[in-house]
């Protein structure tokens, strides 16, 4: 099947390193978990037959169940369409400003909601998805004069391998997303990443601080001693070498591309780390 690219720019996207985590993804499983998918470049990348993804991001997942559904599909579309005609910078803010009214926010079609996120994506300054303790989008407008927002193909190829395949959507916290995999499942993490000095990590209203990670690393154990084979990537900080002492280490440089003003944007160090290793699993 032809290769889908992400519909949204996401912070900590990993597209640009997707090579290098396929290559330490095990030969065999049974079900795929991705219980912080994102923009889904390794879900594009591996199009697994059975899989589970999920982000606590409620708006992201609703563009992932109307990609999937026939006709939501086709009015997102549509309204896709219709925002790129209408875009401006005053059209941006009136779009961007709908979900301060919670009551009519929540009226909305899915289809309109999900549009209005790939729009705001694509229009937005950076590609950037922030929201402020009240859960509203607070991205500035990146100030395009054209901005495109239809990708027809590319979300043709992503509703074939949403619907071909076995893909359950959930939009819940990554503990519960992953609560019944088996020996056997491989289960891939990508959380928010974790810093020694400051991190961009308001993707969802809650953020996601050094408990969530230490929290993160207790289900990894789970699933370590439940025989799933689990993979997780986050920069190299000093908390993640103590969380993770027990496990294999792979080192990757991944250019920083949003999330960081341009005076930090260069190379960082990111860390791949599986509670395998490929040769045994190769092995089994
Ligand atoms: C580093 S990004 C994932 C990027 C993704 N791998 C990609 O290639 O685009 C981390 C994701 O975790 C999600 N997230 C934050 N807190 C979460 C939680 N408690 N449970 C599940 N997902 C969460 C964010 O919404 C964000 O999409």
Same mark, same amino acid.
């Given at each position: 099947m032809l290769k889908a690219k992400p519909f949204v720019k996401w912070a900590g996207g990993k597209r640009s390193i997707v090579d290098k985590l396929i290559n330490l993804v095990p030969e065999d499983y049974k079900t795929y978990y991705e219980p912080? =998918? @994102? +923009? @889904?470049a390794m879900l594009y990348e591996l199009q697994p037959k059975k899989a589970v993804i999920n982000d606590y991001n409620t708006e992201l997942m609703n563009v992932y169940e109307c990609v999937k559904d026939e006709n939501k599909f086709a009015n997102m579309c549509s309204e896709l369409n219709k925002h790129e005609t209408n875009h401006s910078e005053e059209y941006y803010y009136e779009i961007r400003d709908l979900d301060r009214d919670k009551k009519k926010f929540n009226k909305l079609a899915d289809y309109k909601r999900a549009a209005r996120t790939i729009y705001l994506n694509k229009a937005c300054f950076n590609g950037l998805y922030r929201v402020n303790s009240k859960n509203e989008f607070n991205v500035p407008s +990146? *100030? *395009? #004069? *054209? =901005?495109? #927002?239809?990708?027809g193909p590319n979300l043709g190829i992503i509703h074939c391998l949403l619907n071909f395949n076995d893909i359950k959507l959930l939009s819940t916290d990554f503990e519960e997303a992953v609560k019944n995999a088996k020996k056997g499942d491989f289960v891939y993490f990508d959380p928010p990443y974790d810093s020694d000095t400051s991190t961009f !990590?308001?993707? #969802?209203? !809650?953020g996601f601080g050094k408990e969530e990670q230490k929290r993160l690393a207790e289900v990894f154990k789970d699933l370590d001693k439940r025989g799933c084979n689990v993979m997780l990537s986050n920069y190299n900080t000093k908390l993640i070498k103590e969380l993770y002492k027990d496990y294999n280490f792979n080192y990757v440089t991944a250019p920083r591309n949003i999330g960081a003003s341009s005076k930090n944007r260069g190379k960082v160090e990111e860390v791949i780390i599986t509670n395998y290793n490929k040769a045994e699993v190769f092995d089994n």
């Open positions: 912080f =998918v @994102g +923009g @889904g +990146g *100030k *395009k #004069t *054209k =901005v495109n #927002t239809y990708d !990590n308001s993707y #969802t209203e !809650n």
